[in-house]
């Protein structure tokens, strides 16, 4: 006896966008004309000292205020719902350095400033460096999920004279990056021939917010229907297992398509998975296969066998035929080109397969 095929797809559980959302995040074109706004002083594009990277770093460089600011204000509206989901977390990261330091007091200091903010502005929740002085560059981050009803992220730059009426606190490579984690880990979805059937299996290790999984087959991979709808276990930090029986498998390849909702009808997709199904000691055979219509059924089994013709979607074509052979001849020459289903029910099986009209 042959093992059972056993098909298992593994899957990645989040999904990073790394492009940054800062515009102008090295200050390599003056910010006040691209992508930042000011607030107080004459914020350039310096290079009093080597910058971090690139050819120049953020430079407050006017003398008429103690406290320089600059900012930028990120739209984020993009990932409102993952926002709102408790799914979108938004990595901060800034270099930061002064102009130079004496007797353990630096000459200027710089400090940024991140607000979470919603579509009228309120503030909903802050990372803030403080004010740093260093002659070196130094890294400042923040990793964050951003709060539900986030529209927008203002980065602050602000530079403060220590000691005297200049302001040169200096910044570079400043970036925000966003991630969203699914709502479900899931760790893999497979499959495999159980006599006449096909079990299909999913394992998750961790749930939120998880309404229900919804199973779709296909006979060609393109055109998915409607299989089954499995309730999730809506919050859940262990693994859970589910399963659904395919009772009605076609003869060659199945395909199989896992969704995943959550209570809010957000949707996600899994990847498709496929199985093939021989029949189990009774065989339904096409040929030629593709043809102009005119094609030859073999399906053997004992009795009698009804042969009838379905759409992609289950939808009845031809009605059914009682033969009394293995061997049946089949006339589609009058539907349409296209992808047909021919059903074969024998005493023991549902015998089915894929025939193409050119």
Same mark, same amino acid.
């Given at each position: 006896m042959k093992a059972p095929l056993l098909i298992v797809f593994f899957f990645l559980v989040s999904?990073?966008?790394?492009?940054?959302?800062?515009? #102008?995040?090295?200050?390599?074109?003056?910010?006040?004309?691209?992508?930042?706004? *000011?607030?107080?002083?004459?914020?350039?594009?310096?290079?009093?000292?080597?910058?971090?990277?690139?050819?120049?770093?953020?430079?407050?460089?006017?003398?008429?205020?103690?406290?320089?600011?600059?900012?930028?204000?990120?739209?984020?509206?993009?990932?409102?719902?993952?926002?709102?989901?408790?799914?979108?977390?938004? #990595?901060?990261?800034?270099?930061?350095?002064?102009?130079?330091?004496?007797?353990?007091?630096?000459?200027?200091?710089?400090?940024?400033?991140?607000?979470?903010?919603?579509?009228?502005?309120?503030?909903?929740?802050?990372?803030?460096?403080?004010?740093?002085?260093?002659?070196?560059?130094?890294?400042?981050?923040?990793?964050?999920?951003?709060?539900?009803? !986030?529209?927008?992220?203002?980065?602050?730059?602000?530079?403060?004279?220590?000691?005297?009426?200049?302001?040169?606190?200096?910044?570079?490579?400043?970036?925000?990056?966003?991630?969203?984690?699914?709502?479900?880990?899931?760790?893999?979805?497979?499959?495999?021939?159980?006599?006449?059937?096909?079990?299909?299996?999913?394992?998750?290790?961790?749930?939120?917010?998880?309404?229900?999984?919804?199973?779709?087959?296909?006979?060609?991979?393109?055109?998915? #229907?409607?299989?089954?709808?499995?309730?999730?276990?809506? #919050?859940?930090?262990?693994?859970?297992?589910?399963?659904?029986?395919?009772?009605?498998?076609?003869?060659?390849? %199945?395909?199989?398509?896992?969704?995943?909702?959550?209570?809010?009808?957000?949707?996600?997709?899994?990847?498709?998975?496929?199985?093939?199904?021989?029949?189990?000691?009774?065989?339904?055979?096409?040929?030629?296969?593709?043809?102009?219509?005119?094609?030859?059924?073999?399906?053997?089994?004992?009795?009698?066998? !009804? *042969?009838?013709?379905?759409?992609?979607?289950?939808?009845?074509?031809?009605?059914?035929?009682?033969?009394?052979?293995?061997?049946?001849?089949? %006339?589609?020459?009058?539907?349409?080109?296209?992808?047909?289903?021919?059903?074969?029910?024998?005493?023991?099986?549902?015998?089915?397969?894929?025939?193409?009209?050119?």
């Amino acid at each position: 006896m042959k093992a059972p095929l056993l098909i298992v797809f593994f899957f990645l559980v989040s999904f990073a966008q790394a492009q940054n959302l800062v515009v #102008n995040p090295g200050s390599e074109v003056n910010p006040t004309i691209v992508g930042w706004t *000011l607030v107080s002083c004459h914020w350039i594009n310096g290079a009093e000292r080597t910058p971090h990277g690139g050819s120049y770093h953020f430079y407050a460089g006017g003398a008429d205020a103690s406290t320089c600011e600059l900012y930028q204000d990120i739209n984020v509206s993009a990932f409102a719902t993952s926002i709102d989901g408790g799914f979108s977390t938004f #990595n901060f990261s800034s270099w930061m350095r002064s102009y130079s330091g004496s007797f353990g007091i630096y000459n200027d200091r710089g400090r940024a400033v991140v607000e979470y903010r919603d579509a009228s502005s309120a503030v909903l929740s802050t990372y803030d460096t403080g004010l740093q002085g260093s002659t070196s560059w130094v890294q400042y981050s923040d990793a964050r999920v951003a709060p539900a009803g !986030t529209r927008t992220i203002r980065i602050r730059l602000l530079s403060d004279a220590t000691i005297n009426s200049d302001s040169d606190g200096y910044f570079d490579d400043i970036s925000l990056t966003h991630t969203t984690t699914l709502p479900v880990t899931l760790i893999s979805f497979g499959s495999y021939v159980a006599g006449s059937t096909i079990v299909l299996n999913w394992q998750t290790a961790s749930e939120v917010s998880n309404d229900f999984f919804t199973l779709e087959k296909s006979f060609d991979g393109m055109n998915w #229907n409607l299989m089954a709808v499995k309730d999730g276990n809506m #919050n859940s930090h262990q693994l859970s297992q589910y399963q659904y029986i395919d009772e009605q498998p076609i003869q060659g390849l %199945n395909y199989y398509r896992l969704k995943q909702t959550d209570v809010d009808g957000t949707t996600t997709v899994f990847p498709s998975i496929v199985q093939h199904f021989s029949g189990k000691g009774e065989e339904l055979l096409i040929f030629p296969n593709p043809s102009d219509g005119l094609v030859t059924v073999h399906a053997t089994g004992a009795g009698q066998k !009804t *042969l009838r013709v379905l759409s992609t979607s289950g939808q009845e074509i031809l009605a059914g035929a009682v033969i009394e052979t293995n061997d049946y001849f089949l %006339n589609l020459t009058e539907l349409p080109a296209g992808y047909y289903v021919v059903e074969v029910v024998t005493l023991q099986f549902v015998l089915r397969q894929i025939v193409v009209k050119q």
